[in-house]
T-cell receptor, first 114, second 114 residues
Framework: KAGVTQTPRYLIKTRGQQVTLSCSPISGHRSVSWYQQTPGQGLQFLFEYFSETQRNKGNFPGRFSGRQFSNSRSEMNVSTLELGDSALYLC?????????????FGAGTRLSVL | AQSVTQLDSQVPVFEEAPVELRCNYSSSVSVYLFWYVQYPNQGLQLLLKYLSGSTLVESINGFEAEFNKSQTSFHLRKPSVHISDTAEYFCAVSEVHTGNQFYFGTGTSLTVIP
């Protein structure tokens, strides 16, 4: 079974631009969560989608948005990029059952904002 | 909201020595507990988990963690570390029956010294 796939792996953008990151979850997983990882801050939760609906949201500005498609693939969009948005963005998928409430992570997309 | 504390941000240890990485969480409700490991330029990999049953859980590469409900702790231990254990370790908590939001600690950087 294929793991969580994130594309692209690396991105370089300039301030003010927008960016879209993609995440394909493990087959059969309907929950997708997004995290921002920066040195010293650890993993900060962005949002979680389940069956195309955003169920949980972290404390990030409205420039950060996401969506989930009917095949459970998810995209994350950041508009009007700022230097502080440089980070590793991680996507995790989950089967979401009480027997196996585990998040499986992709390799991440490293975004550099210049 | 949950709070996960990893008190040690960096832990240097000599090869073949024992190590303990500490994790405490804030919840008084039933929780699932996880340790993830992250190698450079990679995503997070599940190291071990506590969902229910025995409070002592083990991984295939010699790590173990013990769930202590009274102390709300889930410390990670290994009796003899290897160079290949050098990585970032994250403790995570999710609350049973409240969905799929995971709360992560800020991570502990384990460096094994030859």
């Amino acid at each position: 079974k294929a793991g969580v796939t994130q594309t692209p792996r690396y991105l370089i953008k300039t301030r003010g631009q927008q960016v879209t990151l993609s995440c394909s979850p493990i087959s059969g997983h309907r929950s997708v969560s997004w995290y921002q990882q920066t040195p010293g801050q650890g993993l900060q939760f962005l949002f979680e989608y389940f069956s195309e609906t955003q169920r949980n949201k972290g404390n990030f500005p409205g420039r950060f948005s996401g969506r989930q498609f009917s095949n459970s693939r998810s995209e994350m969009n950041v508009s009007t990029l700022e230097l502080g948005d440089s980070a590793l963005y991680l996507c995790a998928s989950s089967l979401l059952s009480y027997e196996e409430n585990i998040q499986y992570f992709g390799a991440g997309t490293r975004l550099s904002v210049l | 909201a949950q709070s996960v504390t990893q008190l040690d941000s960096q832990v240097p240890v000599f090869e073949e020595a024992p190590v303990e990485l500490r994790c405490n969480y804030s919840s008084s409700v039933s929780v699932y507990l996880f340790w993830y490991v992250q190698y450079p330029n990679q995503g997070l990999q599940l190291l071990l988990k506590y969902l229910s049953g025995s409070t002592l859980v083990e991984s295939i590469n010699g790590f173990e963690a013990e769930f202590n409900k009274s102390q709300t702790s889930f410390h990670l231990r290994k009796p003899s570390v290897h160079i290949s254990d050098t990585a970032e370790y994250f403790c995570a908590v999710s609350e049973v029956h409240t969905g799929n939001q995971f709360y992560f600690g800020t991570g502990t950087s384990l460096t094994v010294i030859p």
